[in-house]
């Protein structure tokens, strides 16, 4: 059997399938495929990848994509030079404004894209005007169809932070959005997830956690304003630990108000990993920014915090994929799943990156980016 592509010789790290080794990848018709003697898989694209890091394709779970109807996305093909070969909007769009989302970025994009609901009917539209979260706006209707015909809609997004809730009404508003999650899935008859941005939040992180179901997402959970998930000791809130042990899920979604030095590194020597690490990433923070970047700038990030390679893409591949529902499809390197790969470079360079209080962390080690393939077609190639 001809094969269409093969990546020689690169360290194959793949959480999911439990392998860091060096070897051979396969692929054929936008598919892994199982290694064989090259007599019998030959191929007119062997691509050398000695000395390079070949993994599933990214995941970044929380990104604003939306760049037509709202002034702080980004346009999505730009991820796929950074490995990103899937990735979640964040509830950019509401829904008087989703359709739109769908017809003008999501059907024109190469990068798989799926979403996050705002529960206000218009989104996040600009970072001047923030969302009104008034249970007496929610159009439950419009937000049924939507979440009925278009399965790519993972499920809410609630921002619950000071100055765009009420702090009195924050209780109200966080029990009426559950709520409002479990009313949709009732009627769609499927899951929907409640994501709830949880910096500078009203309510005591444990409380948060403790509103939330098993599916759930505690965003920005490395957040250091108002309440953070660390207790005055330097242990994690009682709360928060227990909403884990319920399966609710973490995710540090880095952004540049949302990621704290000092919790990051207190919630690390205290055992807690994010189940989940995503960028976060706007027009602020794209490429230029001293916080994001891109996502393998946030993953570099936590390997200067102690967390292994493998750990840190586990977080960025293997479990984003179950979170997806699409474990075994994408987030993987196994034969059979869909050919999203990237290939880094990994290099020894002293750069700084900081949180939202300009505490700064020495880093000594990037993944450059050196090819994105996307279902088996190479999607970004670097010049050297």
Not at 107 to 123: D, E, K, Q, T
């Amino acid at each position: 059997m001809k094969v269409d592509h093969i990546l020689r010789g690169g360290r194959v790290i793949d959480p999911a399938a439990g392998t860091d080794e060096i070897r051979d990848v396969y692929i054929n018709e936008g598919r892994i495929v199982p290694p064989c003697v090259e007599a019998d898989c030959p191929s007119d694209r062997i691509v050398d990848v000695h000395g390079c890091i070949v993994t599933p394709g990214l995941i970044d779970t929380h990104a604003h994509v939306f760049h037509t109807g709202s002034t702080i996305a980004i346009e999505p093909d730009a991820l796929l030079a950074q490995g990103t070969t899937t990735v979640v909007d964040a509830g950019t769009a509401g829904c008087a404004n989703y359709e739109l989302f769908e017809d003008s970025v999501i059907a024109h994009s190469a990068i798989r894209i799926l979403s996050f609901l705002n529960v206000y009917n218009l989104g996040q539209e600009d970072a001047a005007r923030p969302e009104n979260f008034d249970p007496a706006l929610y159009d439950r209707k419009a937000m049924a169809a939507l979440a009925a015909k278009h399965p790519g809609i993972l499920g809410l997004k609630l921002r619950l932070s000071r100055g765009i809730v009420p702090d009195e009404r924050a209780e109200e508003i966080l029990r009426a959005c559950v709520e409002l999650a479990n009313e949709l899935e009732t009627q769609i008859g499927r899951p929907l997830r409640l994501c709830v941005h949880a910096t500078d939040c009203p309510l005591p992180a444990g409380e948060l956690a403790a509103t939330l179901r098993p599916g759930d997402i505690f965003c920005h959970c490395f957040q250091g304003k108002g309440h953070p998930i660390l207790t005055d000791d330097g242990g994690i809130d009682s709360g928060v630990l227990k909403a884990r042990e319920r399966g609710v899920l973490f995710d540090a979604a880095n952004g540049r108000g949302n990621f704290s030095l000092a919790v990051a590194r207190g919630a690390l020597r205290a055992g807690f990993l994010p189940d989940i690490i995503s960028s976060d990433l706007t027009v602020s923070t794209f490429r230029g920014s001293p916080h994001v970047r891109s996502l393998p700038h946030v993953m570099s990030k936590y390997l200067s915090l102690g967390l292994s390679l493998p750990e840190a893409l586990r977080r960025c591949t293997e479990i984003p994929a179950k979170l997806l529902g699409l474990d075994g499809e994408i987030g993987t390197l196994r034969p059979g799943a869909r050919a999203d790969i990237a290939v880094f470079r990994p290099e020894n360079r002293i750069w700084e990156q900081e949180d939202f209080c300009g505490e700064k962390l020495r880093c000594e080690q990037l993944l450059a980016p050196q090819m994105t393939f996307l279902d088996g077609k190479p999607v970004f190639c670097q010049n050297k």
